[in-house]
């Protein structure tokens, strides 16, 4: 089965610094990873996503991810961190489910709080 | 971009009763539809995948007398918990596919369920 790890529940970073926030992956076959942040009490909102290609992956509001398969992972970059980006960033893989559909395997979730 | 909707954002009952969650999406037809819960500050745990015109698929765990799903069309799917009790009490998140084999899920925006 797949897998997917973050390992920090939160990761602080001032406002105007990059930031990272780190996702390893456990798969059979080629990898779909997947980045997606959550404000309060709302849905996910996509923010990228690696199928293919190029190993560094541009997404929405300004982050990117980087995929490395000799390392397993897929982290989520920003060069300079924004206060509005403090949210609940999941990483995900895509799996195959027992309906025989695509379904996605969450992270636990990493808390990013951007001090002003 | 893919839009989904639930209805209602927020809901609160008494224990015994019955309630309905609609997801709908609003402008892509979805041949599948997953249903999640999620705990406070926790990981997204997938209840149940439902493709339209079919039964749904639950996870283990998942009592699907309780947590009823119907799919019955490409843009809806609604999940009824019934005799709900107070540890029912959760946030619950639709996703939706748009066409077979799509990679990205676009989530609703949550439904915040109390049982009293």
């Known amino acids: 089965a797949q897998s997917v790890a973050q390992p920090e529940d939160q990761v602080n970073v001032a406002e105007g610094n990059p930031l990272t926030v780190k996702c390893t992956y456990s798969?059979?076959?080629?990898?779909?990873l997947f980045w997606y942040v959550q404000y309060p009490n709302r849905g996910l909102q996509f923010l990228l996503k690696y199928i293919t290609g190029d190993n560094l992956v541009k997404g929405s509001y300004g982050f990117e991810a980087e995929f490395n398969k000799s390392q397993t992972s897929f982290h989520l970059k920003k060069p300079s961190a924004l206060v509005s980006d403090s949210a609940l960033y999941f990483c995900a893989v895509r799996d195959k489910g027992g309906a025989g559909s695509y379904q996605l395997t969450f992270g636990k979730g990493t808390k990013l709080s951007v001090i002003p | 971009g893919a839009v989904v909707s639930q209805h209602p954002s927020r809901v609160i009952c008494k224990s015994g009763t019955s309630v309905k969650i609609e997801c709908r999406s609003l402008d892509f037809q979805a041949t599948t539809m997953f249903w999640y819960r999620q705990f406070p500050k926790k990981s997204l745990m997938l209840m149940a995948t439902?493709?339209?015109?079919?039964?749904?698929?639950?996870e283990q765990g998942v009592e699907k007398d309780k947590f009823l799903i119907n799919h019955a069309s490409l843009t809806l799917s609604t999940l009824t918990v019934t005799s709900a009790h107070p540890e029912d009490s959760s946030f619950y998140i639709c996703s939706a596919l748009g066409l077979a084999g799509a990679y990205e899920q676009y989530f609703g925006p949550g439904t915040r369920l109390t049982v009293t």
């Open positions: 798969v059979s076959g080629n990898p779909y």
């Open positions: 439902s493709n339209e015109g079919s039964k749904a698929t639950y």
